[in-house]
């Protein structure tokens, strides 16, 4: 039986990817996918997704401690803004108005198909349970499963002087950047990867100490599977972003995307290099 979600199914999609993709002609549409199809690969090939912190979260080997000190600093880098970013990308799909990519006679409706396919990802993010519509409460949004395990972890939010400034530099990056429309979907498929990768690792240690901590933000989080009931929708969320890029990308900024994405990606490699360089000399 399948026992995808709304959110998590194909079916969901199906009419709105079929319009993203015919509002450009064929050949642009082929060229668009095979250039993001590139910066997709380079996002998964870099050195982010082989920081040896990974491997030290997936054979448990931090401590208590230590995990405490990661998630007080990930709640800053990104747990705090992302649905500021995804809000503010829903809002900016307001630009494929005036995109020359896009067929002119569906430039205005672009923009609502874009909306319905970031809002399944907004809809997840603040708590709606598309198993079960009846059981949606905002105290189910990723941010506030993730302030409750800070209060399991017995951590302040407001107390930011383990704060590191690497966290910080990743949450002025996507300011900068909150009023492109193209800019926040590369930064948020990057975003997704990150979300999917360390979520995984961070969740197999944090288990050793207490089973709890697994529930609520890290039970939401990872790959959909129609095998259980869980409203983990991550990689759906990063094709559907990735998709809406290949619609909005103008050839012209190929440099300056490859270089806003290098930026990103080595800014959460250097947050994670600085949790694995303070963890390692506090060990």
Same mark, same amino acid.
Request: glycine share 2%; with cysteine.
């Given at each position: 039986?399948?026992?995808?979600?709304?959110?998590?199914? @194909?079916?969901?999609?199906? %009419?709105?990817?079929?319009?993203?993709?015919?509002?450009?002609?064929?050949?642009?549409?082929?060229?668009?996918?095979?250039?993001v199809?590139?910066?997709?690969?380079?996002?998964?090939?870099? =050195?982010?997704?082989?920081?040896?912190?990974?491997?030290?979260?997936?054979?448990?080997?931090?401590?208590?401690?230590q995990?405490?000190?990661?998630?007080?600093?990930?709640?800053t /880098?990104i747990?705090?803004?992302?649905?500021?970013?995804?809000?503010?990308?829903?809002?900016?799909?307001?630009?494929l108005?005036?995109?020359s990519?896009?067929?002119?006679?569906?430039?205005? /409706? =672009?923009?609502?198909?874009?909306?319905?396919?970031?809002?399944?990802?907004?809809?997840? @993010?603040?708590?709606?349970?598309?198993?079960?519509?009846?059981?949606?409460?905002?105290?189910?949004?990723?941010?506030?499963?993730?302030?409750?395990?800070?209060?399991? $972890?017995?951590?302040?939010?407001?107390?930011?002087?383990?704060?590191? =400034? %690497?966290?910080?530099?990743?949450?002025?990056?996507?300011?900068?950047?909150?009023?492109?429309? /193209?800019?926040?979907?590369?930064?948020?498929?990057?975003?997704?990867?990150?979300?999917?990768?360390?979520?995984?690792?961070?969740?197999?240690?944090?288990?050793?100490?207490?089973?709890?901590f697994?529930?609520?933000?890290?039970?939401?989080?990872?790959?959909?599977?129609?095998?259980?009931?869980?409203?983990?929708?991550?990689?759906?969320?990063?094709?559907?972003?990735?998709? $809406? *890029?290949?619609?909005?990308?103008?050839?012209?900024?190929?440099?300056? *995307?490859?270089?806003?994405?290098?930026?990103?990606?080595?800014l959460?490699?250097d947050?994670?290099?600085?949790?694995?360089?303070?963890?390692?000399?506090?060990?």
């Amino acid at each position: 039986m399948n026992t995808l979600s709304f959110t998590q199914s @194909e079916h969901t999609r199906e %009419e709105v990817l079929y319009f993203i993709q015919h509002s450009l002609s064929p050949e642009l549409w082929k060229s668009n996918t095979q250039v993001v199809h590139a910066l997709k690969q380079a996002t998964g090939n870099h =050195a982010l997704f082989k920081h040896p912190i990974l491997t030290r979260l997936h054979q448990c080997q931090l401590t208590l401690e230590q995990l405490k000190l990661i998630h007080l600093n990930y709640f800053t /880098a990104i747990v705090k803004n992302f649905t500021d970013a995804l809000s503010m990308v829903i809002y900016q799909a307001l630009q494929l108005e005036n995109n020359s990519n896009i067929k002119a006679q569906d430039r205005i /409706a =672009a923009k609502i198909y874009a909306r319905y396919l970031l809002s399944l990802n907004l809809f997840d @993010e603040l708590g709606f349970n598309t198993h079960q519509l009846e059981q949606s409460s905002p105290a189910k949004s990723h941010l506030v499963y993730f302030l409750k395990l800070m209060q399991q $972890l017995k951590l302040d939010v407001t107390d930011q002087k383990q704060t590191q =400034a %690497e966290a910080f530099s990743l949450t002025q990056f996507i300011q900068e950047h909150i009023h492109s429309y /193209a800019d926040l979907l590369l930064i948020l498929a990057c975003t997704e990867l990150q979300v999917i990768k360390f979520s995984e690792a961070l969740r197999t240690n944090l288990a050793v100490y207490d089973s709890s901590f697994t529930n609520g933000y890290y039970a939401c989080h990872g790959i959909a599977k129609a095998s259980d009931q869980t409203l983990a929708n991550d990689d759906n969320h990063e094709d559907d972003i990735w998709l $809406l *890029f290949t619609q909005s990308y103008q050839p012209k900024d190929e440099s300056y *995307f490859k270089q806003l994405q290098a930026e990103y990606l080595n800014l959460w490699n250097d947050f994670w290099t600085k949790m694995y360089c303070i963890l390692t000399n506090s060990s």
